[in-house]
Structure formats: structure tokens, C-alpha cells
């Protein structure tokens, strides 16, 4: 059981290069999220969906998009990279307990850096 | 902004004491985490406790959650030094089902 897998692990991208994170997870979960984490800012939503072909903005979208073509699947993407997106991006998954997201469960993060 | 706020942002204290950290938050919630992550890790979940609930345990941990007040408290007991680490409280907003996170509290058990 994998659980929720991230690739890849590390990552060094020039600026405006793009490229795409992949998020799969093997529990059947119906919500799946996007996090960056920087020093002292916690975690911070970037995207989110709540099931299979359904996307919503987090806290910080821009310069982001997902798609979720797959219940298991969650793509992150960055169509022109920039510096101020060098960051450690997680994915996570939830199930659901009565209409609400429970227990998440997270990948091991992807180091990214843009130069 | 973020919908959580941890207090305070780190924390020593000795092995075998006590560590209390508190969350505030801001909108209404459905139900609030706490998740514990280990240095460059990712995050592992602790503790879940809903709205209508005022108390909770799971071994050395006991969570406390007061909707009027908007906070909620993580007590470890017994600290030890495998406990160090980053602790994040997590909200699910009433009326979406976003996940989000607090700024995290970072403690130090010294052995």
C-alpha cells in the first residue's frame, strides 16, 4: 500500500521553464490538495478537489493550475516558473466523514528550485 | 491569509515536562486537526476532534476545542525527544471543504 506518492522528489527548473507535479494516491480518497510550504509560512492551499474531474482555488492559485482527470491522479502544474515559486510542494488526500474532509494523508514533498 | 494560527511559534522545554500549544482560527469550522511533521518530512495526522465536541484523547495527547473562543489546545504529556517536531493545526471550513493550516509550532524536548 503507497499510500500517496509524489514525483518527482527534487526538482531544478530555470525561470519561465514549466512543468508538472504528479500526485497519485492508491486509498480511493475523494478530496486531494496541493500545499506549499516556505519558511515560517506553514502550509499554504494551492489547489484543491473534492472528487474525480472537480478543481477550487486554495489560498495562493496564481501562477498554478491542476487537473484532476482521475480520482486517483492530482496534476499540479506551472506553465512559466518563477523564483518566488522555489518552494517544497506537498500533496495530500482525504477521505470523507459525514460531507467533510478527515484524516489527510501526505506525500513525502517535492523540493523545488527555480533559478 | 491563513485561517489558523499557532501559539507560540516554538517551544523547549525538558524531557518528561509537559507541552501545551494552542490554534486560533477565524471562520466557522466542521472540524479541526492536528498533524505533526517531522523535519523535512511530510505531515502525519494526530488528532481529529469535530465542532460539537469539547474534548478529546489518543495516548499522551489530549486536544481541547472551544467554538466560542475559536482555539483549540494540543497537550503532549510526558514529553520525549522523539516528540520533537513541527505541530500544525489544521481547519474544514463550514460551507467548503477546503483543508487548511496554521503556521505551525516547532518544539524542542531537550533530553
Known amino acids: 500500500n503507497a499510500g500517496v506518492t509524489q514525483t518527482p522528489k527534487f526538482r531544478v527548473l530555470k525561470t519561465g521553464q514549466s512543468m508538472t507535479l504528479l500526485c497519485a494516491q492508491d486509498m480511493n480518497h475523494e478530496y486531494m490538495y496541493w500545499y506549499r510550504q516556505d519558511p515560517g509560512m506553514g502550509l499554504r492551499l494551492i489547489h484543491y478537489?473534492?472528487?474525480?474531474?472537480?478543481?477550487a482555488k486554495g489560498e495562493v492559485p496564481d501562477g498554478y493550475n491542476v487537473s484532476r482527470l482521475k480520482k486517483q491522479n492530482f496534476l499540479l502544474g506551472l506553465e512559466s516558473a518563477a523564483p518566488s515559486q522555489t518552494s517544497v510542494y506537498f500533496c495530500?488526500?482525504?477521505?470523507?466523514?459525514?460531507?467533510?474532509?478527515?484524516?489527510?494523508?501526505f506525500g513525502q514533498g517535492t523540493r523545488l528550485t527555480v533559478v | 491569509s491563513q485561517q489558523g494560527e499557532e501559539d507560540p511559534q516554538a517551544l523547549s522545554i525538558q524531557e518528561g515536562e509537559n507541552a501545551t500549544m494552542n490554534c486560533s482560527y477565524k471562520?466557522?469550522?466542521?472540524?479541526l486537526q492536528w498533524y505533526r511533521q517531522n523535519s523535512g518530512r511530510g505531515l502525519v495526522h494526530l488528532i481529529l476532534i469535530r465542532s460539537n465536541e469539547r474534548e478529546k484523547h489518543s495516548g499522551r495527547l489530549r486536544v481541547t476545542l472551544d467554538t466560542s473562543k475559536k482555539s483549540s489546545s494540543l497537550l503532549i504529556t510526558a514529553s520525549r525527544a522523539a516528540d520533537t517536531a513541527s505541530y500544525f493545526c489544521a481547519t474544514e471550513q463550514v460551507g467548503n471543504e477546503k483543508l487548511t493550516f496554521g503556521t505551525g509550532t516547532r518544539l524542542t524536548i531537550i533530553p
Open positions: 478537489s473534492v472528487g474525480e474531474g472537480t478543481t
Open positions: 495530500a488526500s482525504s477521505y470523507s466523514v459525514w460531507g467533510a474532509p478527515a484524516e489527510a494523508f
Open positions: 471562520t466557522s469550522i466542521n472540524n
